[in-house]
DNA sequence: AGCCACGACTTGAAGCGTCAAGTCATCCTG
DNA sequence: CAGGATGACTTGACGCTTCAAGTCGTGGCT
């Protein structure tokens, strides 16, 4: 791992890291804060609604939306309990596995997704796709396809389509 | 805002878009698992300690060193209480002037971050420069930098050296 | 059948961040 | 030179995430 001396970053590096490392703090906070105000969701939590609305019966395993929002079972449970009180989605047993829970999104939590979709589709094009050429919309894909792989090689590698 | 029709994102913006909000939330986690892991240290913490240590005296006042963790100012204080407590560091009220707070950092802090450096260095470059091509890594900090501009009009233009 | 291991979830406590008030030193205005 | 007004912090409460146990069906082994 630590093979004797670090190497530094150099000065194009370190301006790219220096960007990047902001970006990553501060757009999660925007992307956050948009869908908060105007929705009362936090992004997970829309993931969560958004990934239900478009999965068969809108119903969906814990585990498999966990995945899909990027989060731990743990986290999900906790927010399915509070999204569950608020009525947007219910819990049941899975009928062929007793293991398993399913989600599945309600009426009321389906209206919400709805509501939320453009104003969260709007906030993305304003803050990321509208900002950027299409050159590097596609750059920073291929860049972000990398740089999962490097993290968690299960994710597709790049450079095959 | 909201004028009439949403323009949903075509497949490559979406592709795009999906892989680099999967890469805002697991960039910053994997980050943080590294430092809390090596060093018992958030990145925040560390950002912390790190900026004291390069500035004269090792002392900043807290609204810079805030702004310099791409954090509030209310994070810092409890921050900086937390880190108080460990020794890291203590706070001095300005000599100059009273109404500021100045952050000073301790030899124990100091060695903290001396610690911890090489390890985080390592991992920004197993988890990204290391990664990517320098061409990659030259787009990655212009794209960065346009979207901070978006977000927030001070943070300088891209496309201005 | 009965026992056990496994894996999917659930739960409670503890830690961290945010938000809204509150404190306090200095400046500014009359 | 009083009496706000301003701006830099601080504090406490609350909400969300994590971490570590705990629960509970199933499927396999004997």
Request: net charge negative; hydrophobic share 40%; glycine share 6%.
């Amino acid at each position: 791992m630590d093979n004797g001396e670090p190497r530094w970053l150099n000065a194009s590096e370190l301006e790219a890291w220096k960007a990047f490392s902001a970006l990553l703090i501060k757009m999660p906070a925007a992307l956050d804060a948009q869908l908060r105000q105007d929705s009362g969701l936090t992004t997970f939590e829309y993931l969560v609604l958004a990934g239900l609305s478009e999965a068969p019966e809108r119903t969906m395993r814990m585990s498999v939306l966990a995945a899909l929002a990027n989060g731990s079972l743990s986290r999900l449970s906790h927010v399915v309990t509070r999204l569950e009180k608020r009525g947007h989605l219910r819990r049941e047993p899975c009928p062929d596995d007793g293991r398993y829970t399913n989600a599945v999104l309600t009426e009321d939590g389906y209206r919400q997704v709805v509501e939320a979709a453009p104003g969260h589709l709007n906030n993305v094009r304003s803050l990321v796709v509208d900002v950027l050429e299409p050159e590097q919309i596609k750059q920073l894909g291929e860049i972000s396809a990398r740089l999962l792989h490097a993290m968690d090689p299960d994710f597709p590698c790049p450079g095959q389509h």
